[in-house]
C-alpha cells in the first residue's frame, strides 16, 4: 500500500500540463486530459512521435497550458498566454507550421494507449540508479498519477500487469507497460536535457516504464489517497 504523490492533468497533448492537488476520473481519464491536441493540414495530431494518427512536433514541449474553466489557456515560449479559443495562428507561428489548429477531441480520443498513465517512486529510483547524474523527475515521463510506494520493489507497478488498483474510491485496470519516447530527453518544465536517457531505459528495460491503465470505477482522485492493489470489482463496490 502507498499514498498519491502527486497528480498532472495535461490539458493539450504534449504541451507541459497543470499539477493538480484533486482531479475527477472518468472512462477517458482525468477530467480534460489531453482533451484538445495541435493538428496539422494532414490531420495529424503533434506528439512526440510519429504513428499512423500523431506526427511527432519538435518543440511542442516549449508550450504549456491549463484551464480557465473549460477552455485551455496556452503559454507560448516567449512567455505569452494566450486563450485556446484564438490561439491557433500564434501556435502556427511558433511551431513554424503553417495550418496547424488546436482542436477538441472528437470520436477517437487523443490518448496514446489508454486512459490514465501511472508511475511509482519505486520506478523513480529504479532509474536514478541507472542514471547517475541526471536529475529524474517525474515530470520527465508525464503521468498522471504518482505513486509513493515507499520500500517497494524496483518496478513495483509493472508486477500489477493484469491486477486492479483502488486508489481512494476509484479503481483502475494495469493494462500494459508504457512505451517511452524521446519526450524523456528534452528539457521539460525548468528540467534540463537529459540525452541518453531514453537510452538508458530501452537498454535496462526495453523502452518501458510506468504503466497505463483504463478506469473501472471513476470519481474523485486526491494527493494522499491510498491506493491498493488486486482488489475485486466486488471488494470495490
Known sequence: MGVVAALWRYPVKSMRGERLTEATLGERGLDGDRLHAVRDPDGKFGSGKNTRRFRRMAGLHTFAARYDGDV????????RTVRGDAVHGEIAA???????????????????????????????????ERAPG??????????????????????????????????????????RKAVRCVMVDLPWDGLPAAPGLLKTIAEANGMTLGVHARVVRGGPLRVGDVHEVGCSAAHSL
Do not use: K, M
Not at 485551455?72 to 512567455?79: E, I, N, Q, S
Not at 482542436?103 to 517512486?121: M, S
Open 134 to 175: 541526471v536529475e529524474i523527475d517525474a515530470r520527465r515521463l508525464r503521468p498522471n498519477v504518482l505513486l509513493d510506494t515507499g520500500p517497494a520493489p524496483e518496478l513495483a507497478e509493472e508486477a500489477w500487469l493484469g491486477e486492479r488498483v483502488r486508489i481512494g474510491g476509484v479503481e483502475l485496470e494495469i493494462l
Open 72 to 79: 485551455p489557456v496556452v503559454t507560448l515560449p516567449d512567455g
Open 94 to 128: 511558433a511551431l513554424e507550421r503553417p495550418g496547424v489548429r488546436l482542436v477538441r477531441e472528437a470520436e477517437i480520443p487523443h490518448h496514446d494507449e489508454a486512459a490514465v498513465h501511472l508511475l511509482t517512486t519505486s520506478s523513480l529510483a529504479w532509474l536514478a
